[in-house]
């Protein structure tokens, strides 16, 4: 079992930063990959970024080179630096952790491919 503990959401200008983190917790010596989604209500989560055991990492396109996903695997925590920040980013966004064991996903932004989830912390952007 995996715990998950997002922080660092807030409200922000257009054009201003945020990082989030993702604090992890319990079986957190198995391998798996890790990922941040954003959900508006009554939607399915979107995909914004995800990294694997091995470090490789997958953006959005609508985030591509304005965030960048990374973890500590020292501390267990997953950072998601957001620059640039846009109206439209304005969110909930979720930490997610797929199965353990598992290093990598085919679809590592596909919400279906992860089964342990954080609470959420929201990111507002004022334009």
């Known amino acids: 079992q995996v715990q998950l503990v997002e922080s660092g959401g807030g409200s922000v200008q257009a054009g201003g930063s945020l990082r989030l983190s993702c604090a992890a917790s319990?079986?957190?010596?198995?391998?798996?990959?890790m990922g941040w989604f954003r959900q508006d209500p009554g939607k399915e989560h979107e995909g914004v970024a995800a990294?694997?055991?091995?470090?490789?990492?997958s953006h959005t396109d609508s985030v591509k080179g304005r965030f960048t996903i990374s973890k500590d695997n020292a501390k267990n925590i997953l950072y998601l630096q957001m620059n640039s920040l846009k109206p439209e980013d304005t969110n909930m966004y979720f930490c997610?952790?797929?199965?353990?064991?598992?290093?990598?996903?085919?679809?590592?932004?596909?919400?279906?491919?992860?089964?342990?989830w954080g609470q959420g912390t929201q990111v507002t952007v004022s334009s």
């Open positions: 997610a952790a797929g199965p353990l064991g598992r290093v990598r996903s085919a679809s590592p932004l596909k919400p279906w491919e992860y089964i342990y």
């Open positions: 319990g079986d957190t010596g198995t391998s798996y990959y």
């Open positions: 990294i694997d055991r091995d470090g490789t990492t």
